[in-house]
T-cell receptor, first 117, second 114 residues
Framework: AQTVTQSQPEMSVQEAETVTLSCTYDTSESDYYLFWYKQPPSRQMILVIRQEAYKQQNATENRFSVNFQKAAKSFSLKISDSQLGDAAMYFCAYRSPRGGTASKLTFGTGTRLQVTL | SAVISQKPSRDICQRGTSLTIQCQVDSQVTMMFWYRQQPGQSLTLIATANQGSEATYESGFVIDKFPISRPNLTFSTLTVSNMSPEDSSIYLC???????????FGPGTRLLVL
């Protein structure tokens, strides 16, 4: 079974600075998908960024980018120019490429990000 | 991405009662997923609901406790039966859509059982 580990329960960053959230995973599959979701206090889960394992190029979405190291099974999220609205719980998630019920998400335990002035 | 709504958004229930949570999507989707998020915890999949067939439950979750309906391609319900305080959680539905069936989530239902 796949597992996802987030070793940083809490992180803090100053506004306009850059922060990196760590995620590692364990899988025997060669192809898969990785995601970062954001959950603000409103509790709505919001997709931040997605990475396909077969792609060597790291995904980017505006101020959000990932450092995907397939051999190391590492998938960190970098937030540049942090804003107050980035404060939230961030979850790393893994998904198998197999369809049907196997397409469920396996989540890490989350990292709470605080953004300070 | 799909627009997903859930009802109710929150509820306070008495021990021993049941609550049915609705999930409505604005487009047809094949797979719908129900997750539980206990206080301060991550999300755990309860079951996967495919239209026209029985839901598939994850280890530790049973149909008698969490019956699920999936009458059509845009709607699903999750019932939390015979509730106890341990069932106090946020319940979220999600659907797979678009590129590689990326999952998008509803706003969640916050349940408190007294």
């Amino acid at each position: 079974a796949q597992t996802v580990t987030q070793s940083q329960p809490e992180m803090s960053v100053q506004e306009a600075e850059t922060v990196t959230l760590s995620c590692t995973y364990d899988t025997s599959e060669s192809d898969y998908y990785l995601f970062w979701y954001k959950q603000p206090p409103s509790r709505q889960m919001i997709l931040v960024i997605r990475q396909e394992a077969y792609k060597q190029q790291n995904a980017t979405e505006n101020r959000f980018s990932v450092n995907f190291q397939k051999a190391a099974k590492s998938f960190s999220l970098k937030i540049s120019d942090s804003q107050l609205g980035d404060a939230a719980m961030y979850f790393c998630a893994y998904r198998s490429p197999r369809g049907g019920t196997a397409s469920k998400l396996t989540f890490g335990t989350g990292t709470r990000l605080q953004v300070t002035l | 991405s799909a627009v997903i709504s859930q009802k109710p958004s929150r509820d306070i229930c008495q021990r021993g009662t049941s609550l049915t949570i609705q999930c409505q999507v604005d487009s047809q989707v094949t797979m719908m997923f129900w997750y539980r998020q206990q206080p301060g915890q991550s999300l755990t999949l309860i079951a996967t609901a495919n239209q026209g067939s029985e839901a598939t439950y994850e280890s530790g979750f049973v149909i008698d406790k969490f019956p699920i309906s999936r009458p059509n391609l845009t709607f699903s319900t999750l019932t939390v039966s015979n509730m106890s305080p341990e069932d106090s959680s946020i319940y979220l539905c999600s659907v797979g859509q678009g590129v590689q069936e990326t999952q998008y989530f509803g706003p969640g239902t916050r349940l408190l059982v007294l």
